[in-house]
């Protein structure tokens, strides 16, 4: 089955993010540390093109540490834009966002042409400086976070705010409406709701986006999934699912795992046929619980080897 989901309350989030983007000074895209790649919007990119960028690769305490760090470098070394890590082990916290924004404001004011001046005065000097530093002061920062659904947005938003303000929930479009806070001084924030685009070309980079959690249940089929995350794990992972389940050797292929996995765990009907939805969906919340330990399923465009088992 194709996955797709962009219900209408998604294409209503985009317009309202393209309307006021444009009063944005940074964008702090939140993407899934499991997944950088699949988790990343290409209307979102698209959207804030020329915008700096802050990265913030959430939910690190489910990935392979060595493997964020790859991809934190592939993003730092981007154009405008930073790059952090957040996990529910070690969380962002707010002096970093602002440094990080800070640091990203400087290169876009570098970046700036400068029309030729003539030299001040020394009297001059000391009065332009006194100048920016009292705008710098008084200049109101916008922060806008965005993302795919379920990656932990309005949790970020919570956690650099020291309290809850937005509801956070284990599924996805939680969020309906854009949400603007002070975060501190005059940098404010605006949490949004989570956005997909219209079509995932890429069906494989949809599949891990739905193990993960970004696709609403009733927009994919189970057993697809299930059978997609045991293909992936039976050829990335397999000494993990081998102790996970305590199987001293794997079936070849994801349906014959799924099975055996079935007939283990008791997910059999009374017709003593296989509860293909049961079996699809214990597997499915032991990889979003992270029951597997820490693992990435991708890895930035120009690292070498694959993922280790
Ligand atoms: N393991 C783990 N779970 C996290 C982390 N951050 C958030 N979560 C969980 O992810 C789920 C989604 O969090 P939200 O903050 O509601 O995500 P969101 O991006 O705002 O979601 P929408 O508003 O629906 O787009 C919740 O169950 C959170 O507890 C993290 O760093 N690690
Ligand atoms: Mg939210």
């Excluded at 020329?50 to 070394?77: M, Q, S, V």
């Amino acid at each position: 089955m194709t996955i797709s989901w962009y219900p209408g309350h998604m294409h209503k989030a985009n317009k309202e993010m393209a309307a006021l983007i444009k009063q944005i000074d940074v964008v702090i895209e939140v993407l899934d540390a499991r997944m950088p790649q699949a988790s990343a919007n290409p209307l979102l990119k698209a959207m804030r093109e020329g915008k700096p960028c802050l990265h913030i690769l959430n939910k690190a305490d489910l990935a392979d540490p060595r493997i964020t760090r790859e991809w934190l470098d592939y993003f730092r070394a981007q154009p405008l834009a930073h790059a952090a890590a957040s996990g529910k082990d070690k969380r962002i916290e707010t002096a970093d966002v602002l440094h990080l924004c800070r640091q990203l404001l400087r290169k876009v004011a570098a970046a700036k042409p400068r029309k030729p001046q003539p030299a001040p005065t020394e009297d001059e000097n000391a009065d332009l400086a006194a100048l920016r530093a009292w705008k710098q002061e008084n200049k109101k920062h916008q922060i806008l976070i965005v993302g795919i659904p379920n990656v932990g947005k309005s949790s970020i938003m919570n956690q650099l705010l020291g309290r809850k303000i937005a509801r956070t929930g284990n599924e996805p479009a939680i969020t309906k409406g854009q949400q603007r806070v002070r975060l501190k001084d005059n940098w404010f924030l605006v949490d949004t709701p989570g956005v997909l685009w219209p079509r995932l070309e890429d069906q494989a980079a949809a599949y891990r986006l739905a193990m993960s959690g970004a696709i609403r249940n009733t927009a994919m089929e189970f057993l697809d999934v299930a059978q997609f995350a045991a293909k992936t794990l039976l050829e990335e992972f397999p000494e993990r699912l081998k102790h996970r389940y305590g199987m001293s050797a794997l079936p070849a292929d994801g349906e014959a795992f799924l099975r055996e996995l079935a007939i283990a765990r008791g997910c059999v009907r009374k017709d003593k046929d296989i509860d293909w939805n049961r079996v699809s969906e214990l597997l499915i919340n032991d990889y979003r619980a992270g029951r597997f330990g820490p693992m990435s399923l991708e890895r930035p465009p120009q690292a070498e080897n694959p993922p280790a088992a």
